[in-house]
């Protein structure tokens, strides 16, 4: 073949020659096989023409991207940027592609579930896909590192799931996408490489090499930017827990311990808060130290866990790290708990909880304003200072809790030292309040007594306090809500670890404010059987927790003022006792005695002498001094009972009379007791004598009240069976009988009642017989007016049959007169005459009905009724008295004089204002 001419040319040419020219002769005679293998030998000319162009082009590629490889590698051996190791090999890339694409890279988060644009595209661009979602649901490169596979978008136009993201393609000048993931020799995906292309675009094998190739690179490439990233946080966490060791070690105070921890912690990740939080005996957390960025507010205080998340609670429980990148794309909160968050302006949050014996002790917080996406190592380093500062509090709990005890222990020797030898109990309490105040470091202190019968606590020794705090708590109701209320009703100590925050304190929030202080506690002291008997408490100007140990250490204090105050009630008991003993042996006029058999000395309470009719003191106490004394018909039988009980071993009970000097007898009863030794033999015996002159004295009395009695009894059989023969008479049937004796024998009751309740030297009056007999009556209100002098003693002969006269008037007057009628009126006034007919007082009764519609004809009454003739014919046979009975023109009149007790005129008598008689 001619050296100029190429395969393609001589394949061009002989196509246009016919055969026979070629070769010679008639195509007939033309060999077809040469031919073929003539063709067939240009074809494989032109092919291996074609595979060494390509070959020199891939060769080509490769030398390109073994320079920006090299070039890369070396970037990032100098500790280059990301961007720019990683620009070497998108800016090879766009060189060797055809069309001259755009390529950038992205690299994953290190949770693996966003990418992040790291070079290739501009500024607007990265801003716009950044925290892009790496998932199947995704699109370009987020579905190409979720799958592992290249995802190619020849033309995003034509791709239903570029719909949302065209708007970006059509910004940016592009309708090819081609994306390939970036992953490591291990297998794991850190990012992902993409072509952008202005038209739309599919890739050849050429392109998928290419693509390899430069994803490897970039693998190895990233691979090794994390591990020093990953090497210099590393190196700068454990140069920070240096330096935090370094700080921590000089501290004592848990405070100091746990604010300078937190001030650190916050300062190296950047974040808006730092905290450190104690879980109380309720569950509740409380947060009392914490580090605090310009724009956070403080979280001090005391908070319910499960107000933040029931879920996040659970995990805390168990043990868990709790870490949450955005608070609002969390699932696990319901509207109420994302509010709590809100209110805090809390956005993202680390909590690392200390668990011992399985429960939740305390946690370390970590929050930040913005969601932030928390790394691996940043959770690894809370939870390393978390530990710490757990260590760090640990060592100086136990050696503040050591030193703490020592002084506790010297304390509580001291405050029994002053126990045991003072009987002032005020100043027992004094020491002890400031013993508590010092262990606590208090600002405030008081000692509270318990009174069991008011339920009230009274302050009985305080520290600090300004009068008007005194004034408000000086005596406080024990069942009010407050924080030694609540103590006492649970019989446990009540902590109050800030006034602002506990609802508890709600009520009493403003004196606490007023009085200056934030936080409190208050231990109740009980008796060894649980009683109450008072409070102690301790308060403070700052919010405030507290320990086991000072817990533990407040108990030994509350026990040993329990004490005290349990000896001086018990010392006070007794003192009392032997004082209501003697008081009640003068006032009950007991005879006490003492009698010591073995030896024959003998005591006597003042009382006995007098009882045995001698002057205190005026002899010897003696078992002859008392015999002495005895009737002689009685002596006998009184030293027989002494000596059998003795024998017997049973109560000595005897009533002898003795014989005054004066010749005055006495009844005395005696009983005693003998108390013998181990051998039997009887060596003491202590008793009592009672003077049972008056007891005698009344059951003579009594004798004759008895047979009154029976004469009363008989006299009321005779006044009902009279009233029973009367009311017979005077009823239409036995029903009505039934109803007019029924009413007699009420009326009859009520005046019994009322001489049952005055005594010898009392007597009924009449006030009180009217106003007895008309609230019985189913009267009619404001249509009675009573009026009269007070206290008109009646003559107890005359009230029974006084009160059947009144009774037998206001029935009538109900049944036909003044009280049956709705315009009747009834007015009873009475007078009292100091000095009337015999000189004695009499009571004059005007009974006057008006406002009646009197009956006429053969409706008036014919006969005279059972109150007629009580009035007409009782009264005046009976008690001398005065009486007068007529029917007016509209009611009825009676007028009743009669004597009264002469008793009347010795006390004041008022009158009374005019009423309706209480109806």
């Known amino acids: 073949m001619h050296p100029g001419l190429q395969p393609a040319s001589c394949r061009k040419v002989m196509s246009m020659i016919p055969s026979e020219t070629i070769f010679g002769g008639n195509s007939d005679s033309v060999e077809t096989s040469s031919y073929e293998q003539l063709r067939k030998a240009l074809e494989d000319l ?337 939870k390393e200072v978390t530990e710490r500062i757990w260590l760090t509090l640990e060592r100086t ?134 009683e109450p008997l008072g409070m102690l408490s301790t308060h403070f100007r700052a919010p405030r927790c507290f320990s086991e140990s000072e817990q533990r250490q407040t108990d030994l204090v509350a026990h040993e003022i329990a004490r005290v105050i349990e000896r001086t009630r018990e010392q006070a008991t007794l003192r009392n006792s032997e004082e209501r003993l003697r008081s009640a042996a003068e006032v009950g006029r007991l005879g006490l005695w003492d009698w010591k058999v073995t030896t024959g000395e003998v005591y006597w309470s003042d009382e006995h002498f007098r009882m045995e009719g001698y002057a205190v003191g005026e002899v010897s106490p003696s078992y002859e001094a008392w015999a002495a004394r005895i009737h002689p018909a009685d002596r006998s039988a009184a030293e027989t009972a002494v000596l059998r009980a003795m024998e017997t071993h049973e109560e000595y009970i005897q009533e002898f009379r003795v014989v005054h000097p004066d010749g005055s007898v006495h009844w005395l009863l005696g009983r005693g007791r003998f108390f013998y030794d181990d051998a039997g033999r009887p060596v003491r015996m202590i008793g009592a004598n009672v003077d049972t002159t008056e007891r005698r004295e009344w059951e003579e009395r009594q004798k004759v009240l008895i047979a009154e009695l029976q004469h009363r009894t008989r006299n009321i059989m005779g006044v009902v069976r009279s009233m029973a023969e009367k009311t017979a008479y005077a009823s239409a049937d036995l029903q009505d009988f039934h109803a007019r004796f029924g009413d007699r024998l009420e009326a009859l009751s009520r005046v019994q009642g009322l001489l049952s309740r005055v005594n010898d030297m009392d007597r009924v009056t009449f006030d009180d017989l009217i106003r007895n007999e008309m609230e019985a009556m189913e009267g009619s209100p404001g249509r009675v007016t009573l009026n009269g002098p007070r206290g008109v003693r009646l003559r107890s002969s005359t009230v029974q049959t006084l009160a059947m006269v009144l009774h037998e008037l206001a029935t009538n007057a109900v049944k036909y007169g003044a009280l049956s009628q709705p315009q009747g009126r009834l007015a009873v006034t009475w007078l009292l005459e100091p000095i009337g007919s015999n000189d004695r007082p009499w009571l004059h009764i005007d009974w006057r009905e008006t406002g009646v519609t009197m009956p006429t004809g053969s409706a008036a009454p014919r006969r005279k009724g059972q109150g007629r003739e009580l009035i007409e014919q009782a009264l005046p046979y009976q008690f001398n008295a005065k009486t007068s009975y007529s029917f007016g023109p509209d009611g009825v009149t009676c007028r009743i004089s009669i004597p009264v007790s002469s008793s009347t005129l010795q006390r004041e008598t008022k009158t009374r204002p005019g009423k309706s008689a209480g109806l």
């Not at 595209?121 to 199947?136: E, H, L, R, T």
């Open 46 to 382: 032109d092919q291996a023409k074609a595979v060494l162009h390509a070959s020199e082009e891939n060769l080509h590629v490769k030398e390109v991207c073994l320079v920006a490889q090299k070039e890369a590698f070396q970037a990032e051996m100098n500790g280059a940027r990301l961007e720019t190791s990683l620009g070497i090999l998108a800016s090879a890339a766009a060189r060797l592609a055809d069309d001259s694409p755009r390529c950038a890279f992205y690299i994953a988060n290190e949770k693996g579930d966003t990418l992040c644009h790291v070079v290739g595209m501009p500024q607007s661009y990265a801003v716009a896909v950044d925290g892009f979602k790496i998932s199947p649901e995704s699109v370009a490169c987020g579905f190409a590192v979720a799958t592992g596979k290249p995802v190619i978008t020849p033309d995003v136009l034509e791709d239903i799931r570029w719909q949302p993201w065209l708007w970006l393609a059509h910004e940016y000048d592009y309708r090819g996408c081609w994306s390939f993931p970036v992953e490591t020799s291990a297998g794991r995906l850190v990012g992902s490489f993409a072509f952008y292309f202005r038209e739309p675009h599919q890739p050849l094998a050429r392109d998928y090499e290419l693509a390899s190739a430069i994803t490897q690179a970039a693998a190895i490439i990233i691979s090794r930017h994390r591990e020093n990233e990953e090497r210099v946080r590393s190196e700068q966490r454990q140069a920070f827990l240096l330096r935090l060791s370094d700080a921590l070690r000089p501290l004592s105070e848990v405070p100091r311990i746990q604010t300078a921890a937190a001030r650190q912690l916050g300062m190296f990740l950047g974040v808006d808060r730092v905290f450190y939080a104690e879980i109380d005996q309720a569950g509740m957390a409380v947060v009392g130290t914490e580090y605090g960025s310009d724009r956070a507010g403080s979280i001090i205080g005391r908070y319910r866990l499960e107000d933040f998340g029931h879920v996040f609670c659970d995990v805390l429980h168990a043990g868990g790290t709790l870490v949450i990148p955005d608070i609002k794309a969390s699932t696990d909160l319901t509207q109420q708990e994302m509010q709590a968050y809100d209110a805090l302006n809390i956005a993202a949050l680390i909590k690392v909880p200390l668990i011992k014996d399985g429960r939740l002790l305390a946690l370390l917080g970590v929050h930040h304003q913005q969601a932030r996406d928390w790394s691996p190592g940043e959770v690894t380093l809370v």
């Open 397 to 530: 709990h136990a050696e503040a809790a050591l030193s703490d005890e020592l002084a506790a222990m010297q304390a509580l020797h001291e405050l029994s030292t002053i126990a045991s030898g003072s009987s002032n109990v005020t100043q027992v309490l004094k020491a002890a309040l400031d013993m508590t105040m010092t262990l606590h470091r208090a600002d405030f202190g008081n000692v509270q007594l318990y009174d069991a019968e008011t339920n009230t606590l009274r302050i009985a020794v305080q520290s600090g306090f300004e009068p008007a705090f005194l004034d408000y708590f000086a005596q406080v109701d024990a069942s009010e809500p407050s924080a030694c209320g609540l103590a006492l009703a649970g019989r446990r100590r009540k902590i109050v670890t800030d006034i602002e925050t506990d609802p508890d304190c709600a009520p009493n929030r403003e004196v606490a404010r007023a009085a200056g202080y934030r936080a409190l506690q208050s231990t109740p002291l009980l008796s060894a059987s649980g």
